[in-house]
């Protein structure tokens, strides 16, 4: 059976679905999800992310992670983590850059948080060697000091969908009509998640919820906050979005997110604000949002790829002037995408997020 009969019997048992439902079932059915079945990443995938782009990336992001770890009296067995590695170029990267700061990897323990199964082969392929251990959920992050990554991670997770109505607010939902999914509205209703909500919207307005983030980044606040540690997010998103953002993508084109279920990968852009929000009630701090771009800048980017500029010519120089390029500059990544630090109360921001 195909993804798409499943989804419309289903639509048939139970009605129509939310934008969260559906998202789950095209990205994670066990035998028909979009990531349980295939590395959608690269050139001859759908997306490239960030240290798909270069390496200069994860090096970066390697070494404020060791500054702040040193910063923080060099605790000696932290985790360092990663949400959603991917082919788990982004871990290579920072621990290949990490390699010569004394005393990092004998105290560090590797801990992936991934879904898919075909993903996960790929990462040990990668990460051999750094014995990684992978978790089931966050809330088996072990109780210590947690160093932590997540590109293009929150993005994955499914959105709920609302239209504003009044006081109230009615759900984007999926349907069917003659054997095609569909969109549309559920019944008026108010919702408690939503309040501050009408704040800042009209009628007519939608807004989007992702229910799912919250749970995630409470335990890593709280792990932070209580043993020490920091948390760098990078997504794409703003502080408070608005509006539909629900998108599809294959083979690097946007296109239709009812199309072809399963076989496009389904995001949204993050909502930082709840997420910023959520890290404060876990007893964490957390750094305003820096742009990406801002971020990599600070961190010495450009001096980086002058540095591994000397040692190339040819297309592959080019490749590096293109690459950070495309991570930095305001018209490609270095605006769109957006980096939240996450660290314990009393110590400073990792570094590249003071404010
Ligand atoms: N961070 C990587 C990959 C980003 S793609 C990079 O920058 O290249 C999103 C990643 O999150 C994939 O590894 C995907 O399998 C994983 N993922 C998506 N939804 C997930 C979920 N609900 N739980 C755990 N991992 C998930």
């Given at each position: ?121 790929i990462q040990a392929k990668t990460l051999k060697g750094h014995e990684p251990r992978w978790i089931g959920s966050v ?79 409470t335990v890593i606040a709280g792990r932070i906050g209580t043993h020490g540690g920091a948390g760098v997010i990078v ?14 993508v294959q083979a690097h084109e946007h296109c239709d997110p009812l199309a072809m279920p399963g076989k496009a990968d ?90």
């Open positions: 059976m195909t993804l798409k009969k499943h989804l419309l019997e289903r639509i048939a048992q139970d009605g129509p679905m939310s934008v969260a439902d559906y998202t789950t079932e095209c990205m994670l059915h066990p035998t028909h999800g979009y990531y349980t079945t295939r590395d959608p990443l690269g050139v001859k995938g759908d997306f490239v992310t960030a240290p798909e782009i270069s390496q200069m990336f994860g090096e970066l992001i390697g070494l404020a992670l060791a500054q702040s770890w040193q910063d923080q009296g060099h605790p000696e067995h932290f985790v360092l983590a990663e949400l959603g590695p991917g082919r788990g170029t982004l871990m290579a990267d920072i621990l290949r850059a990490t390699a010569r700061v004394p005393g990092f990897h004998d105290a560090a323990e590797v801990v992936l948080f991934e879904a898919s199964p075909t993903l996960r082969a809330a088996d992050l072990p109780e210590a000091p947690l160093y932590l990554v997540a590109n293009e991670f929150f993005d994955a997770l499914p959105v709920r969908q609302f239209v504003r109505d009044g006081n109230g607010w009615r759900e984007r939902l999926i349907g069917s009509e003659d054997g095609a999914l569909t969109w549309g509205l559920g019944p008026q209703a108010e919702q408690v998640a939503l309040k501050d909500r009408l704040n800042d919207t009209k009628d007519g307005d939608l807004v989007e919820l992702c229910a799912a983030a919250i749970p995630i980044i997504d794409y998103g703003d502080w408070h979005s608005q509006g539909d953002t629900f998108q599809a389904l995001t949204a852009h993050v909502d930082f604000e709840p997420l910023a929000l959520a890290t404060r009630a876990a007893g964490c701090a957390h750094s305003r949002l820096t742009s990406q771009g801002v971020f990599l800048e600070r961190l010495g980017i450009t001096a980086r790829a002058q540095a591994l500029a000397t040692q190339l010519d040819g297309p592959k120089h080019d490749e590096l002037v293109a690459a950070h390029r495309r991570l930095t500059h305001p018209e490609e990544m270095g605006n769109l995408f957006k980096v939240l630090g996450l660290y314990p109360s009393p110590s400073s921001p990792p570094p590249g997020l003071e404010p």
